[in-house]
């Protein structure tokens, strides 16, 4: 069971894009999870369109279907594997169809996945994209492929991602990979390996490049984006026997925004995901200096009480936490921020539980994710916590901070009424297509009658009502 109280939802979506003149070979990729994982499949499609592959939408005449999978809780692993049955039988009525699983259940269960999906013909982890041309070569000879070797430096700062499926208004830049949070119910460390940063040059290329492709508004994407280092790439090193040529010419994550909000100052930025412990002060700086930073912040926190949070090994009390919060909130006043909580994780209380309810009181955030604790294999807490609260308690518990978090998101919603605030149109409604919706600097959704707006523009609009999730308002102009 799980919820979230965004209106984003990408699972499962089959990604599209131009077909590349000569190539005659079609590709199905579909991705599950993280926002990583969308951008990671736009990589793989830009690796294969070299090979000849153009992506198609009708999973029954491609040549290859790609599931780029999520690990970080059991659903998302049953979900991946209800699509094989789907595949499996698509590919009775055309058997020369070959099938790939990649990102982090690849990488977890490695070549284990060749025996259990027997429909599986390539297991590719997260970082071996690149080997994509040699295993198709040795599937196409006949042999099982499995490449899930991690990488100790970043994989992909050299290849240009194809935008698949996008609005032409939108896009995913990532800037780092992997995390060395060892936070105790997380996979991630496991399926995406150590912290690497990429040459901020190279991010500052690709920006332009979407820049003059028309694109309006970019997210920088990371595991952890506050721990963004880059000395010349690989993993971080250790700074008090580094020389000080190293440090003078090192980038952290606050100079890479500045130098992104710089470079383009007509382009809204994004960032995600954040992590508490690693979020500086001059972050919230550069973000007050540039207009065109979104004033919003995700910033999980996973429980309200310090003692489960020392149990997860999260680096930072519930204290800690709410200073942070009260130094955003006093150096960007109407920052919006988000959550992911956890409900029923092993030996929580209903104590520990009123400290997340006392928590989300304090912070009363604009929207969040939240679900209950799934147990995965390998992780710390598998192998030394007991799952010990029934799922009839995480059930109720996770009810509780869904409904306060329905009404905190009205409160917030409600702050908007009557204020003019600047909309990127990203696509038509979903409940009229009459009308249009996108996003707030503050990540809001609002939907407003069309009128000779088009998708890409970014107006203001003057909010006349809402729900606890969406504004509703009317256009009043283009934003200067």
């Given at each position: 069971?799980?919820?979230?109280?965004?209106?984003?939802?990408?699972?499962?979506?089959?990604l599209?894009?131009?077909?590349?003149?000569?190539?005659?070979?079609?590709?199905?990729?579909e991705?599950?999870?993280?926002?990583?994982?969308?951008?990671?499949?736009?990589?793989?499609?830009?690796?294969?369109?070299?090979?000849?592959?153009?992506?198609?939408?009708?999973?029954?005449?491609?040549?290859?279907?790609?599931?780029?999978?999520?690990?970080?809780?059991?659903?998302?692993?049953?979900?991946?594997?209800?699509?094989?049955?789907?595949?499996?039988?698509?590919?009775?009525?055309?058997?020369?169809?070959?099938?790939?699983?990649?990102?982090?259940?690849?990488?977890?269960?490695?070549?284990?996945?060749?025996?259990?999906?027997?429909?599986?013909?390539?297991?590719?982890?997260?970082?071996?994209?690149?080997?994509?041309?040699?295993?198709?070569?040795?599937?196409?000879?006949?042999?099982?492929?499995?490449?899930?070797?991690l990488?100790?430096?970043?994989?992909?700062?050299?290849?240009?991602?194809?935008?698949?499926?996008?609005?032409?208004?939108?896009?995913?830049?990532?800037?780092?990979?992997?995390?060395?949070?060892?936070?105790?119910?997380?996979?991630?460390?496991?399926?995406?390996?150590?912290?690497?940063?990429?040459?901020?040059?190279?991010?500052?290329?690709?920006?332009?490049?979407?820049?003059?492709?028309?694109?309006?508004?970019?997210?920088?994407?990371?595991?952890?984006?506050?721990?963004?280092?880059?000395?010349?790439?690989?993993?971080?090193?250790?700074?008090?026997?580094?020389?000080?040529?190293?440090?003078?010419?090192?980038?952290?994550?606050?100079?890479?925004?500045?130098m992104?909000?710089?470079?383009?100052?007509?382009?809204?930025?994004?960032?995600?995901?954040?992590?508490?412990?690693?979020?500086?002060?001059?972050?919230?700086?550069?973000?007050?200096?540039?207009?065109?930073?979104?004033?919003?912040?995700?910033?999980p926190?996973?429980?309200?009480?310090?003692?489960?949070?020392?149990?997860?090994?999260?680096?930072?009390?519930?204290?800690?936490?709410?200073?942070?919060i009260?130094?955003?909130?006093?150096?960007?006043?109407?920052?919006?921020?988000?959550?992911?909580?956890?409900?029923?994780?092993?030996?929580?209380?209903?104590?520990?539980?009123?400290?997340?309810?006392?928590?989300?009181?304090?912070?009363?955030?604009?929207f969040?994710?939240?679900?209950v604790?799934?147990?995965?294999?390998?992780?710390?807490?598998?192998?030394?916590?007991?799952?010990?609260?029934?799922?009839?308690?995480?059930?109720?518990?996770l009810t509780?901070?869904?409904?306060?978090?329905?009404?905190?998101?009205?409160?917030?919603?409600?702050?908007?009424?009557g204020?003019?605030?600047?909309?990127?149109?990203?696509?038509?409604?979903?409940?009229?297509?009459?009308?249009?919706?996108?996003?707030?600097?503050?990540?809001?959704?609002?939907?407003?009658?069309?009128?000779?707006?088009?998708?890409g523009d970014?107006?203001m609009?003057?909010?006349?009502?809402?729900?606890?999730?969406?504004?509703?308002?009317?256009?009043?102009?283009?934003?200067?």
């Open positions: 069971m799980e919820e979230k109280i965004i209106d984003e939802n990408k699972q499962g979506e089959a599209i894009l131009d077909a590349k003149e000569g190539n005659d070979r079609k590709l199905f990729i991705s599950y999870g993280c926002q990583m994982n969308f951008s990671d499949s736009e990589i793989v499609a830009s690796i294969l369109a070299k090979q000849g592959y153009n992506t198609t939408n009708i999973l029954e005449e491609a040549d290859l279907v790609l599931v780029n999978t999520c690990s970080i809780r059991e659903k998302a692993e049953q979900t991946v594997r209800k699509r094989l049955e789907k595949y499996n039988a698509v590919k009775k009525i055309n058997p020369g169809m070959k099938v790939g699983v990649l990102g982090c259940m690849a990488e977890r269960l490695k070549s284990k996945f060749l025996e259990e999906e027997k429909i599986v013909d390539m297991v590719v982890g997260p970082d071996a994209y690149k080997d994509l041309p040699n295993l198709l070569q040795e599937v196409e000879e006949g042999r099982d492929a499995v490449n899930v070797i990488s100790k430096d970043e994989t992909y700062g050299d290849i240009a991602p194809v935008r698949l499926g996008g609005n032409g208004v939108t896009a995913f830049v990532s800037i780092t990979r992997g995390c060395d949070n060892m936070c105790t119910f997380c996979v991630v460390p496991f399926t995406r390996g150590r912290e690497r940063s990429r040459d901020p040059q190279s991010i500052l290329e690709e920006v332009n490049d979407l820049a003059e492709k028309g694109y309006k508004e970019i997210t920088l994407l990371g595991q952890n984006v506050d721990s963004y280092l880059w000395y010349g790439g690989g993993l971080k090193k250790d700074f008090k026997n580094a020389s000080e040529i190293q440090k003078a010419t090192a980038t952290n994550f606050a100079q890479l925004l500045d992104v909000a710089t470079a383009q100052p007509g382009m809204r930025i994004r960032f995600s995901t954040s992590n508490p412990q690693d979020m500086t002060e001059d972050v919230l700086h550069s973000m007050a200096k540039h207009k065109n930073i979104c004033n919003y912040i995700h910033l926190v996973q429980s309200g009480s310090t003692r489960i949070l020392k149990e997860m090994n999260r680096q930072h009390t519930r204290e800690e936490y709410m200073q942070l009260d130094k955003i909130w006093e150096i960007i006043p109407d920052c919006a921020i988000s959550q992911d909580l956890i409900a029923g994780f092993p030996t929580e209380t209903e104590e520990d539980h009123q400290d997340t309810l006392s928590l989300m009181e304090y912070v009363k955030y604009d969040g994710f939240m679900f604790y799934s147990e995965r294999p390998g992780t710390l807490a598998e192998r030394k916590l007991e799952d010990d609260v029934p799922m009839e308690v995480k059930k109720r518990r509780d901070i869904i409904n306060l978090q329905r009404k905190h998101s009205a409160y917030r919603t409600k702050q908007f009424l204020r003019t605030l600047e909309v990127l149109i990203e696509k038509e409604s979903k409940k009229s297509d009459q009308h249009w919706s996108g996003r707030t600097q503050y990540n809001t959704v609002a939907v407003f009658p069309k009128g000779e707006y088009k998708v970014l107006v609009v003057k909010v006349e009502d809402c729900t606890s999730a969406t504004l509703i308002g009317e256009a009043v102009g283009y934003s200067e």
